[in-house]
Protein backbone atom coordinates (compact mmCIF):
# COMPACT_ATOMS: atom_id res chain seq x y z
CA UNK A 1 0.00 0.00 0.00
CA UNK A 2 1.52 3.64 -1.13
CA UNK A 3 1.05 6.09 1.33
CA UNK A 4 -1.58 8.51 2.15
CA UNK A 5 -0.66 12.12 1.60
CA UNK A 6 1.80 14.11 -0.31
CA UNK A 7 5.39 14.50 0.50
CA UNK A 8 7.97 17.19 -0.66
CA UNK A 9 11.53 16.54 -1.23
CA UNK A 10 13.82 18.22 -3.67
CA UNK A 11 17.76 16.77 -4.92
CA UNK A 12 18.73 20.06 -4.55
CA UNK A 13 19.12 19.16 -0.45
CA UNK A 14 22.37 17.52 -0.93
CA UNK A 15 24.80 19.97 -1.06
CA UNK A 16 28.48 19.56 -0.56
CA UNK A 17 29.44 21.53 2.42
CA UNK A 18 32.26 19.63 3.46
CA UNK A 19 33.41 18.06 6.11
CA UNK A 20 30.13 18.97 8.72
CA UNK A 21 28.64 17.42 11.48
CA UNK A 22 25.55 18.28 9.54
CA UNK A 23 24.30 15.26 7.25
CA UNK A 24 23.07 16.56 3.85
CA UNK A 25 23.05 13.12 2.54
CA UNK A 26 20.12 12.36 5.36
CA UNK A 27 17.42 13.63 3.16
CA UNK A 28 17.97 12.11 -0.30
CA UNK A 29 18.59 8.55 1.91
CA UNK A 30 15.31 9.12 3.46
CA UNK A 31 13.76 9.68 -0.41
CA UNK A 32 15.62 6.43 -1.30
CA UNK A 33 14.47 4.54 0.61
CA UNK A 34 10.70 5.08 0.98
CA UNK A 35 10.57 4.48 -2.84
CA UNK A 36 12.81 1.49 -3.05
CA UNK A 37 10.47 -0.13 -0.20
CA UNK A 38 7.47 0.50 -2.15
CA UNK A 39 5.78 2.90 0.64
CA UNK A 40 5.43 6.13 -1.84
CA UNK A 41 5.85 6.02 -5.11
CA UNK A 42 7.65 9.29 -7.00
CA UNK A 43 4.73 10.86 -7.71
CA UNK A 44 3.53 11.24 -4.23
CA UNK A 45 6.26 13.76 -3.54
CA UNK A 46 6.01 17.27 -4.33
CA UNK A 47 9.61 19.01 -6.29
CA UNK A 48 9.32 22.83 -5.06
CA UNK A 49 11.06 25.74 -7.21
CA UNK A 50 12.98 28.35 -5.14
CA UNK A 51 10.97 30.69 -3.08
CA UNK A 52 10.51 34.25 -3.88
CA UNK A 53 11.98 37.02 -2.69
CA UNK A 54 8.18 37.99 -2.17
CA UNK A 55 7.93 35.20 0.09
CA UNK A 56 11.22 35.29 1.90
CA UNK A 57 10.41 38.77 2.78
CA UNK A 58 7.68 37.86 4.68
CA UNK A 59 9.86 36.60 7.39
CA UNK A 60 13.18 38.22 6.52
CA UNK A 61 14.50 41.69 5.95
CA UNK A 62 15.15 42.88 3.20
CA UNK A 63 18.84 43.89 3.71
CA UNK A 64 19.68 39.73 5.12
CA UNK A 65 17.79 38.64 1.87
CA UNK A 66 20.42 40.87 -0.53
CA UNK A 67 23.40 39.74 1.60
CA UNK A 68 22.83 36.10 1.17
CA UNK A 69 22.10 36.55 -2.89
CA UNK A 70 25.24 39.05 -3.50
CA UNK A 71 27.70 36.78 -1.39
CA UNK A 72 28.13 39.48 0.80
CA UNK A 73 27.87 38.23 4.38
CA UNK A 74 30.38 39.62 6.78
CA UNK A 75 32.40 37.12 8.95
CA UNK A 76 30.44 37.52 11.57
CA UNK A 77 27.19 36.92 9.53
CA UNK A 78 29.05 33.05 8.64
CA UNK A 79 30.66 32.71 12.20
CA UNK A 80 27.07 32.61 13.40
CA UNK A 81 25.64 30.98 10.24
CA UNK A 82 28.43 28.18 10.80
CA UNK A 83 28.13 26.65 7.27
CA UNK A 84 30.64 27.51 4.40
CA UNK A 85 28.85 30.15 2.02
CA UNK A 86 27.92 29.26 -1.47
CA UNK A 87 25.39 30.09 -4.08
CA UNK A 88 24.58 26.17 -4.11
CA UNK A 89 23.66 26.53 -0.50
CA UNK A 90 21.40 29.62 -1.24
CA UNK A 91 19.16 27.74 -3.77
CA UNK A 92 18.94 24.98 -1.79
CA UNK A 93 17.91 27.11 0.98
CA UNK A 94 15.27 29.02 -1.16
CA UNK A 95 13.60 25.54 -2.20
CA UNK A 96 13.54 24.60 1.36
CA UNK A 97 11.55 27.74 2.13
CA UNK A 98 8.87 26.80 -0.73
CA UNK A 99 9.08 22.69 0.21
CA UNK A 100 7.61 24.17 3.73
CA UNK A 101 5.10 26.59 2.46
CA UNK A 102 3.82 24.11 -0.01
CA UNK A 103 3.81 21.37 3.55
CA UNK A 104 1.73 23.93 4.98
CA UNK A 105 -0.62 24.47 2.45
CA UNK A 106 -0.71 20.25 1.72
CA UNK A 107 -1.25 19.61 5.09
CA UNK A 108 -4.72 21.84 5.16
CA UNK A 109 -5.96 20.20 2.45
CA UNK A 110 -4.96 16.96 3.07
CA UNK A 111 -4.74 16.41 6.64
CA UNK A 112 -0.62 15.63 6.73
CA UNK A 113 2.00 16.61 4.77
CA UNK A 114 5.71 16.29 5.70
CA UNK A 115 8.86 17.91 4.22
CA UNK A 116 11.66 15.86 3.74
CA UNK A 117 13.89 19.07 4.52
CA UNK A 118 13.07 22.21 6.37
CA UNK A 119 13.03 23.00 9.85
CA UNK A 120 15.36 25.49 10.27
CA UNK A 121 14.36 27.21 13.62
CA UNK A 122 17.62 29.38 14.23
CA UNK A 123 17.31 31.61 11.44
CA UNK A 124 15.97 35.42 12.91
CA UNK A 125 14.44 38.08 10.96
CA UNK A 126 17.77 39.48 9.81
CA UNK A 127 20.18 36.88 10.42
CA UNK A 128 20.97 33.31 10.20
CA UNK A 129 22.61 31.17 13.05
CA UNK A 130 23.17 27.06 13.87
CA UNK A 131 23.50 25.85 10.34
CA UNK A 132 19.52 27.62 9.43
CA UNK A 133 19.91 30.06 6.60
CA UNK A 134 16.18 31.11 6.57
CA UNK A 135 13.45 29.96 9.16
CA UNK A 136 11.75 28.23 6.98
CA UNK A 137 8.94 27.68 9.37
CA UNK A 138 8.25 31.06 9.80
CA UNK A 139 8.04 32.30 6.12
CA UNK A 140 6.05 29.26 5.79
CA UNK A 141 3.09 30.25 8.42
CA UNK A 142 3.37 34.14 7.45
CA UNK A 143 2.21 32.54 3.95
CA UNK A 144 -1.15 31.51 5.04
CA UNK A 145 -1.73 34.52 7.47
CA UNK A 146 -1.21 36.52 4.23
CA UNK A 147 -3.82 34.59 2.72
CA UNK A 148 -6.14 34.41 5.33
CA UNK A 149 -5.70 30.34 5.16
CA UNK A 150 -6.08 29.88 8.95
CA UNK A 151 -5.73 31.78 11.55
CA UNK A 152 -4.40 29.60 14.91
CA UNK A 153 -1.19 27.76 14.35
CA UNK A 154 1.19 25.54 16.91
CA UNK A 155 4.48 25.37 16.33
CA UNK A 156 5.19 21.65 18.54
CA UNK A 157 9.14 22.15 18.52
CA UNK A 158 10.79 18.72 19.46
CA UNK A 159 14.41 19.37 17.99
CA UNK A 160 17.76 18.79 20.51
CA UNK A 161 18.08 22.52 20.44
CA UNK A 162 15.49 25.24 21.48
CA UNK A 163 13.88 27.43 18.68
CA UNK A 164 15.64 30.83 19.31
CA UNK A 165 14.92 32.20 15.98
CA UNK A 166 11.31 31.11 15.57
CA UNK A 167 10.55 31.84 18.68
CA UNK A 168 11.96 36.06 18.42
CA UNK A 169 9.97 35.97 14.86
CA UNK A 170 6.69 35.14 16.39
CA UNK A 171 7.43 36.85 19.87
CA UNK A 172 4.32 39.41 19.51
CA UNK A 173 1.76 36.71 17.07
CA UNK A 174 -1.03 36.14 19.40
CA UNK A 175 -2.23 33.63 16.66
CA UNK A 176 1.22 31.54 16.71
CA UNK A 177 1.51 29.45 19.40
CA UNK A 178 5.66 28.57 19.98
CA UNK A 179 6.25 25.49 22.34
CA UNK A 180 10.08 24.16 22.39
CA UNK A 181 11.28 21.02 24.34
CA UNK A 182 14.80 20.79 24.52
CA UNK A 183 18.13 20.25 26.55
CA UNK A 184 18.46 23.55 28.68
CA UNK A 185 22.17 23.45 28.98
CA UNK A 186 22.91 23.29 24.84
CA UNK A 187 22.93 25.59 22.06
CA UNK A 188 21.36 28.58 21.93
CA UNK A 189 23.18 30.17 24.73
CA UNK A 190 20.83 33.27 24.63
CA UNK A 191 17.01 31.25 24.14
CA UNK A 192 14.31 34.56 23.27
CA UNK A 193 11.29 33.59 25.50
CA UNK A 194 8.83 30.83 23.51
CA UNK A 195 5.11 30.60 24.62
CA UNK A 196 5.98 27.55 26.45
CA UNK A 197 9.57 26.73 26.59
CA UNK A 198 10.50 23.06 28.11
CA UNK A 199 14.02 22.93 28.99
CA UNK A 200 15.60 19.91 30.02
CA UNK A 201 18.41 18.62 32.38
CA UNK A 202 21.32 16.73 30.88
CA UNK A 203 20.99 12.48 30.14
CA UNK A 204 16.80 13.38 30.62
CA UNK A 205 15.21 9.83 29.59
CA UNK A 206 12.40 8.52 27.88
CA UNK A 207 9.98 8.92 30.83
CA UNK A 208 10.63 12.55 32.02
CA UNK A 209 10.54 13.37 28.25
CA UNK A 210 7.64 11.75 27.11
CA UNK A 211 5.36 13.29 30.22
CA UNK A 212 6.62 16.98 30.03
CA UNK A 213 6.01 16.29 25.70
CA UNK A 214 2.27 14.32 26.40
CA UNK A 215 1.52 17.00 29.26
CA UNK A 216 2.15 20.17 27.40
CA UNK A 217 1.01 19.28 23.76
CA UNK A 218 -2.67 18.25 25.48
CA UNK A 219 -2.41 21.33 27.08
CA UNK A 220 -1.50 23.09 24.19
CA UNK A 221 -4.43 21.48 21.98
CA UNK A 222 -7.05 21.58 24.53
CA UNK A 223 -6.26 25.45 25.25
CA UNK A 224 -5.17 26.96 22.26
CA UNK A 225 -7.23 25.15 19.73
CA UNK A 226 -4.57 25.48 16.44
CA UNK A 227 -5.96 25.10 13.11
CA UNK A 228 -2.34 23.20 12.20
CA UNK A 229 0.36 22.07 13.69
CA UNK A 230 3.62 22.59 12.74
CA UNK A 231 5.94 19.99 14.10
CA UNK A 232 9.58 20.13 14.14
CA UNK A 233 10.74 16.96 14.61
CA UNK A 234 14.17 16.49 14.92
CA UNK A 235 16.61 13.55 15.18
CA UNK A 236 18.99 14.94 18.00
CA UNK A 237 17.19 14.37 20.96
CA UNK A 238 18.41 10.70 20.21
CA UNK A 239 21.12 9.26 23.14
CA UNK A 240 23.88 8.79 20.34
CA UNK A 241 23.37 12.22 18.91
CA UNK A 242 26.92 14.08 18.38
CA UNK A 243 25.46 17.15 19.42
CA UNK A 244 23.21 15.79 22.17
CA UNK A 245 23.05 15.40 26.09
CA UNK A 246 19.94 13.75 26.24
CA UNK A 247 19.51 10.00 26.39
CA UNK A 248 16.06 9.47 24.33
CA UNK A 249 16.30 5.94 22.67
CA UNK A 250 14.17 5.25 19.29
CA UNK A 251 11.35 3.55 21.06
CA UNK A 252 11.24 6.87 22.71
CA UNK A 253 11.01 8.70 19.46
CA UNK A 254 8.70 7.24 18.29
CA UNK A 255 6.66 7.25 21.40
CA UNK A 256 7.49 11.14 20.55
CA UNK A 257 5.82 11.53 17.26
CA UNK A 258 2.80 8.91 18.25
CA UNK A 259 2.01 12.01 21.16
CA UNK A 260 2.11 14.85 18.60
CA UNK A 261 0.26 13.00 15.49
CA UNK A 262 -2.45 11.20 17.99
CA UNK A 263 -3.05 14.57 19.37
CA UNK A 264 -3.78 16.18 16.55
CA UNK A 265 -5.46 13.40 14.91
CA UNK A 266 -8.17 13.28 18.40
CA UNK A 267 -8.85 17.07 17.47
CA UNK A 268 -9.03 17.06 14.39
CA UNK A 269 -5.91 19.27 13.71
CA UNK A 270 -3.85 19.13 10.17
CA UNK A 271 -0.08 18.72 10.98
CA UNK A 272 2.72 19.80 8.68
CA UNK A 273 6.01 18.17 9.35
CA UNK A 274 9.67 19.38 8.68
CA UNK A 275 13.01 17.29 10.10
CA UNK A 276 14.93 19.32 11.78
CA UNK A 277 18.42 18.66 13.54
CA UNK A 278 19.68 14.99 13.33
CA UNK A 279 24.03 13.90 13.86
CA UNK A 280 23.89 11.05 15.21
CA UNK A 281 27.26 8.91 14.71
CA UNK A 282 25.75 6.68 12.50
CA UNK A 283 23.37 8.33 9.92
CA UNK A 284 21.87 5.78 9.22
CA UNK A 285 20.34 6.24 13.00
CA UNK A 286 19.12 9.98 11.75
CA UNK A 287 17.73 8.47 8.79
CA UNK A 288 15.75 5.87 10.76
CA UNK A 289 13.95 8.25 13.14
CA UNK A 290 13.05 10.20 10.38
CA UNK A 291 11.77 7.27 8.77
CA UNK A 292 9.55 5.92 11.72
CA UNK A 293 8.31 9.72 12.12
CA UNK A 294 6.95 9.40 8.38
CA UNK A 295 5.76 5.66 9.12
CA UNK A 296 3.67 7.49 12.28
CA UNK A 297 2.49 10.63 10.23
CA UNK A 298 1.12 7.82 7.27
CA UNK A 299 -0.44 5.52 10.17
CA UNK A 300 -2.82 8.49 11.85
CA UNK A 301 -3.76 9.54 8.60
CA UNK A 302 -5.02 5.67 7.61
CA UNK A 303 -8.61 5.05 7.93
CA UNK A 304 -9.14 9.05 8.67
CA UNK A 305 -11.88 10.17 6.24
CA UNK A 306 -11.77 14.07 7.40
CA UNK A 307 -9.44 16.59 8.83
Do not use: W
Not at 32 to 54: H, V
Not at 237 to 251: A, F, N, R, T, V
Request: aromatic share 10%; with cysteine.
Amino acid sequence: MYGLFRLIYSDKYLVDIGTHVFPTTKYQLLYQRLIKEGLFKRSDFIYPPPATNEEILLAHTKNYLEKLKKGTLSLDDLFRLELPYSKELIEASLICVKGTILACQHALEDGICVHIGGGFHHAFADHGEGFCIFNDIAVGIRNLQKNDEVEKIAIIDCDLHQGNGTADIFSNDKNVFTFSIHQENNYPAIKPPSDIDMGLSDGCRDKEYLGHLEENVTKIVADFKPELIVYVAGADPYEKDQLGGLLISMEGLKQRDKIVFGNAKKHNIPVAAVLAGGYAVNIEDTVQIHYNMIMEANAKKENRTSI
